[in-house]
Nanobody, 122 residues
């Protein structure tokens, strides 16, 4: 099983920026970020696969950007112009399937990170 290690969460004011990192113990087909708030289901935020196919939630398009360092098996998500509604626990996920299946959680993911808190104050 692929191990995922996340970092980069924190607290910022609205309009601020954070960058999340997720490092996998080895290469895997697709990786992405999900978030969850109390009482709500976990939702896909952004995902990418080895073909470069990328998905973003409508709520983050134009504000969040994925990038990767393939040599380090690391996925980054730059989050700009953060809003209070972005407050959540963010989880990195990875799977052998493609980005569409991962982003939409249409398959049980192979691996999940431990989660990192992002808090955006008004």
């Amino acid at each position: 099983q692929v191990q995922l290690v996340e970092s980069g969460g924190g607290s910022v004011q609205a309009g601020g920026s954070l960058r999340l990192s997720c490092t996998a113990s080895r290469h895997i087909t697709s990786m992405g970020w999900f978030r969850q708030t109390p009482g709500k289901e976990r939702e896909g935020v952004a995902a990418v696969d080895e073909d470069g196919t990328t998905f973003y939630a409508d709520s983050v398009k134009g504000r969040f950007t994925l990038s990767s360092d393939n040599a380090k098996n690391t996925l980054y998500m730059q989050m700009n112009n953060l809003r209070p509604e972005d407050t959540a626990i963010y989880y990195c996920g990875a799977d052998r399937s493609n980005a569409r299946l991962l982003f939409n959680q249409l398959v049980p993911l192979d691996s999940w990170g431990q989660g990192t808190q992002v808090t955006v104050s008004a």
